[in-house]
């Protein structure tokens, strides 16, 4: 399988992508299912990372899309180490939107969406709440289900104690709000 550059400049700057990108691979992927724009979510510039992934779904990338493994572009963008807290979330609500999988598990490494987020360590609840606001917004979170992990996402907050006391409020929150 031959990949096109574009694989690779999704990981540069805006403009290096640009340089490089054709409308029509939006919705191109490798052979294990990573789409353009998953590779795009993974670009260590948080400014980069929001401009890309916009401009691949403006052009009909597949936000529902999953790989072989079951990691779609939630577990992307969530699991990355650098977050701009202020335009991420109007993209994770896009990819939403557009159809990605707020429940899927992707197994041990990640586990759902919302459980790779709360294995954020480096932040605090507080300025993870922007994420929070957005994923449980969605009625079908399911924070109860045990993942391939072992654990639901309120089991992981538990787990995690004090460090993830307000992710355990807003779990018991939605619960409460899905049982109403």
């Not at 919705?27 to 691949?56: C, E, F, H, Q």
């Not at 403006?58 to 577990?75: F, P």
Request: net charge negative; aromatic share 6%; charged share 20%.
């Amino acid at each position: 399988m031959t990949y096109p550059t574009v694989f690779r400049t999704t990981r540069k700057s805006e403009r290096a992508f640009l340089a490089d990108y054709q409308p029509e691979q939006a919705g191109w992927s490798d052979s294990t299912g990573t789409t353009v724009l998953m590779y795009a979510l993974k670009n260590a510039d948080p400014v980069a990372r929001v401009a890309i992934a916009n401009r691949l779904i403006d052009d009909g990338a597949d936000t529902a899309a999953e790989t072989g493994d079951h990691v779609n572009a939630l577990h992307t963008l969530l699991s990355a180490m650098q977050h701009d807290f202020a335009t991420e979330p109007a993209l994770l609500q896009r990819l939403i939107d557009g159809g990605a999988d707020v429940n899927l598990c992707s197994g041990q490494r990640y586990g759902t969406p919302m459980q790779a987020l709360s294995r954020m360590t480096t932040f605090s609840d507080t300025t993870l709440a922007p994420f929070y606001d957005v994923m449980f917004a969605c009625p079908q979170l399911d924070v109860t289900t045990q993942s391939r992990t072992g654990r639901s996402v309120m089991d992981s907050a538990r787990a995690a104690g004090a460090r993830r006391g307000d992710l355990l409020a807003r779990c018991e929150a939605h619960l409460a709000h899905a049982t109403a």
